[in-house]
């Protein structure tokens, strides 16, 4: 399985417009087939995510037909 980290700079990005961002998705409309076709799972979860607009933050992790992982995660910059 391919792994591939993707830093998040908002506080949460739609499901489709992270799998465009990480060229997993060459445009939106090939994204939302991806939902659709049920080729998208999110976290730990055993049943495809369906929703096209799922909001995922720092910590989920992004699974495509179980060959490509994307892990979310947000890099605290926060200098004292």
């Known amino acids: 399985?391919?792994?591939e980290?993707?830093?998040l700079k908002t506080p949460f990005i739609d499901l489709v417009q992270l799998?465009?961002?990480t060229g997993n998705a060459a445009t939106g409309?090939?994204?939302k087939?991806?939902?659709e076709e049920g080729r998208i799972t999110v976290n730990e979860e055993n049943?495809?995510?369906l929703r096209k607009r799922r909001k995922i933050r720092s910590g989920d992790v992004v699974r495509i037909d179980d060959r490509i992982q994307i892990e979310v995660f947000v890099v605290d910059s926060q200098e004292d």
């Open 5 to 7: 980290r993707f830093e």
């Open 1 to 3: 399985m391919t792994v």
């Open 29 to 31: 409309g090939d994204a």
């Open 33 to 35: 087939w991806m939902v």
């Open 47 to 49: 049943e495809p995510e």
């Open 19 to 21: 799998l465009k961002a």
